[in-house]
Nanobody, 128 residues
């Protein structure tokens, strides 16, 4: 059974930083694409960053230069370092892993992947 557990969310002022973590279990983590998505109230869920098994990553335009996605395959853990946070970054952040029947999005330099496994989310609130 695949489990993804996020942590690290919280409340910060604009300009601050947070680091999200996602611990994966029940899954051959190192072989697959991983990603962070977010959803703000009243808005559609959107992809934030993704990373392939080879470490290549892509980002949404809105977070380029501010967020950094990384993975530690030895620890089965995915990270999202978020710097220079803005109020518009406020959302529930979800960790997602490649799996059947999921949301299609990018995966590093490749053609994309279906993200079928999801965590429960961690809230990020940025105040102005």
């Amino acid at each position: 059974q695949v489990q993804l557990v996020e942590s690290g969310g919280g409340s910060v002022q604009a300009g601050g930083s947070l680091r999200l973590s996602c611990a994966a279990s029940g899954y051959t983590y190192s072989r697959y694409c991983m990603a962070w998505f977010r959803q703000a109230p009243g808005k559609q869920r959107e992809g934030v960053a993704n990373i392939a098994s080879d470490g290549r990553s892509t980002y949404a335009e809105s977070v380029k230069g501010r967020f950094l996605i990384s993975r530690d395959n030895a620890k089965n853990t995915l990270y999202l370092q978020m710097n220079s946070l803005k109020p518009e970054d406020s959302a529930m952040y979800y960790c997602a892993a490649e799996g059947p029947g999921g949301t299609w999005w990018g995966c590093g330099a490749g053609q994309g992947a279906a993200y079928g496994y999801w965590g429960q989310g961690t809230q990020v609130t940025v105040s102005s």
